[in-house]
């Protein structure tokens, strides 16, 4: 099991904005600011995403949060782009994956490929 996770992002500040209102349609929030270094998401009262803003990013990566049905998939991409994400792949079913993967990707301000995903089948 996975407690938290993090990235490095180039600007704390414009990354924050991003992915709290990104995030939002799943439920998370902005938890801790470690001065201005880091800041904690999640939901609950637990941060489990963390966004370093001490240095540029030297990798991108993807990173799949769990969504609790397909339409919040659809608000996490509508609200990721809102926010001035771009598209990388927008909402749907990847039956490559598995007949009921249903995700949608966006790239953040640095690159990195941040996906909704929700696993159950459609039930109308």
């Not at 949060?65 to 909402?91: C, H, L, M, S, W």
Request: aromatic fraction near 10%; charged fraction near 20%; charge should be neutral.
């Amino acid at each position: 099991m996975i407690d938290h996770t993090g990235i490095q992002v180039a600007d704390l500040e414009r990354s924050l904005a991003f992915y709290t209102k990104a995030l939002a349609p799943l439920g998370y929030t902005v938890i801790r600011k470690v001065q201005n270094i880091a800041a904690g998401l999640g939901v609950g009262g637990k941060p489990d995403f963390w966004v370093a803003g001490v240095g540029a990013p030297t990798d991108k990566i993807h990173i799949a949060f769990r969504a609790k049905g397909r339409a919040e998939v659809r608000a996490f991409y509508e609200a990721a782009i809102a926010a001035g994400g771009t598209d990388n792949g927008p909402p749907g079913v990847r039956p490559h994956y598995h007949e009921h993967y249903y995700g949608a990707f966006v790239r953040d301000p640095d690159g990195h490929n941040i996906e909704a995903v929700c696993h159950e089948p459609y039930l109308g």
